[in-house]
């Protein structure tokens, strides 16, 4: 997530006129500062959740995102809601998707309802269903098949987010099941369903929404906690 900017118009290093002692660089823009990959956790204004103590694995940042029109006027900054990861970490070759074993969890903000950023209608509060949303979307985002070329993936992916998007809205259909976790090691109900792709629930914690997908993980053996400790997902 570091971000960095390209000087133009400069030499290589070596060539002459390149920049050095005797050439100091007088034009062009300077390198970005790298960007603190966890700077945007910090900036929210909610708790974030994770696998408790009991999960001894490894850890890593997910994203972050703000949605369009979620915040208020005064809360111009910051994050609407993130995934930690646990496991193994996103697969960079499709073949290797089927091996993960893997658990993130999604903490969303509580935002009430409001009017949309352009003042044309009305957003709704956020609730389970938008953690079992975003869940239920990581989990496609996370699972689809490889073997897919880039046309069938779209389409793949069109009809599995739309399936994704009718679930989400009816947590007490038939869809999903019943499912207690501890969170801050208390017990709490949770929505749950399996799929071939892997697992999804969703719920609520103190201060936060709270949604999770896995697959090669058991759900029925995790517990969430809040995080006192965000380095221990940077891996320091």
Do not use: C
């Amino acid at each position: 997530m570091d971000a960095t900017s390209r000087t133009v118009g400069t030499a290589p290093a070596g060539a002459p006129g390149a920049p050095g002692p005797e050439h100091p660089v007088t034009g062009g823009r300077k390198p970005a500062e790298p960007v603190d990959p966890m700077a945007p956790y910090q900036a929210a204004d909610f708790p974030w959740y994770g696998l408790d103590d009991g999960w001894t694995g490894r850890r890593w940042l997910g994203q972050v995102g703000a949605g369009p029109g979620i915040r208020t006027p005064q809360q111009d900054a910051g994050a609407d809601y993130g995934t930690l990861g646990h496991g193994d970490e996103p697969a960079k070759q499709p073949e290797a998707r089927d091996v993960r074993r893997f658990a993130v969890v999604v903490t969303v903000a509580r935002r009430p309802g409001r009017r949309s950023a352009d003042n044309t209608g009305t957003l709704e509060a956020t609730s389970a269903s938008s953690a079992a949303w975003l869940a239920g979307s990581g989990l496609l985002a996370a699972t689809w098949p490889g073997q897919l070329d880039r046309a069938l993936r779209q389409d793949w992916m069109d009809q599995q987010s739309a399936l994704a998007w009718d679930l989400a809205d009816d947590l007490d259909g038939p869809g999903w099941s019943s499912l207690t976790l501890p969170v801050s090691g208390l017990p709490q109900p949770f929505r749950y369903r399996e799929s071939e792709y892997g697992w999804v629930l969703a719920g609520e914690a103190p201060g936060v929404l709270l949604g999770a997908y896995g697959r090669g993980v058991s759900a029925y053996g995790v517990g969430f906690g809040a995080v006192a400790d965000l380095g221990v997902y940077r891996g320091r």
